[in-house]
């Protein structure tokens, strides 16, 4: 079974401080994906990595895939009000059709 | 127009009963899912079809059957519900696992 553990679980941080969340597992994934989730919604892509190591950024967010393609982290820089959320990341297991398994959820709360 | 709908948003029902939540998607994807969403927020895949055919059944009591009358649909049917069964589900689709675009979800309350 393939799990994906996030830290850390809940972030409760000042508006304009920074954060980091990890995604970390011990099996290797093909592609990993983070989505945010607003309370009563679905959650919602933010991003996808693909190659080992690879860094992508998406505004005051910054996205990087491990090189080993087991772990992966997001960057928050001066953090807002509307970051708010649950954030998940999945992994698109190697070899297994059509199917993503969910990280274990961080839940990031940013105030005034 | 929305991409992913399920209906209904909210649930709430007795032990023992029987209830369906369904689910359509406009986007043209051969892959979809259902996930249960604990109380801790942790999303878990239940099931998987493509093309109207299941391709994964993690591990889900056989109270709970799916349905995928064509592409577009998979409908969820949960038979003598329990306690345990109240959880936010949510419906998705995708093209094969890229990205995966999820319904607002259906609060259950098992009472």
């Known amino acids: 079974t393939q799990l994906l553990e996030q830290s850390p679980q809940f972030l409760s941080i000042q508006e304009g401080e920074n954060l980091t969340v990890y995604c970390n597992s011990s099996?290797?994934?093909?592609?990993l994906q983070w989505y945010r989730q607003e309370p009563g919604e679905g959650p919602v892509l933010l991003v996808t990595?693909?190659?080992?190591?690879e860094v992508k950024k998406l505004k005051r967010l910054t996205f990087q895939f491990g090189d080993a393609r087991k772990d992966s982290s997001l960057h928050i820089t001066a953090a807002q009000p509307g970051d708010t959320g649950l954030y998940l990341c999945?992994?698109?297991?190697?070899?297994?059709?059509?199917?993503?398994?969910f990280g274990t959820g961080t839940r990031l709360q940013v105030t005034l | 127009d929305t991409a992913v709908s399920q209906t209904p948003k909210y649930l709430v029902t007795q032990m023992g009963n029987d209830k369906s939540i369904k689910c359509e998607q406009n986007?043209?994807?051969?892959?979809m899912y259902w996930y249960k969403q604990d109380s801790k927020k942790f999303l878990k895949i239940m099931f998987s079809?493509?093309?109207?055919?299941?391709?994964i059944n993690e591990t889900v009591p056989n109270r709970f059957s799916p349905k995928s009358p064509d592409k577009a649909h998979l409908n969820l049917h949960i038979n003598s519900l329990e306690l345990g069964d109240s959880a936010v589900y949510f419906c998705?689709?995708?093209?094969?696992?890229?990205?995966?675009?999820f319904g607002q979800g259906t609060r259950l309350t098992v009472v």
């Open positions: 998705a689709s995708s093209q094969e696992a890229a990205e995966a675009f």
């Open positions: 099996s290797v994934f093909s592609s």
């Open positions: 986007l043209g994807h051969d892959t």
């Open positions: 990595v693909v190659t080992g190591g």
């Open positions: 079809y493509n093309n109207k055919e299941l391709i």
């Open positions: 999945a992994g698109e297991g190697a070899g297994t059709a059509s199917k993503l398994t």
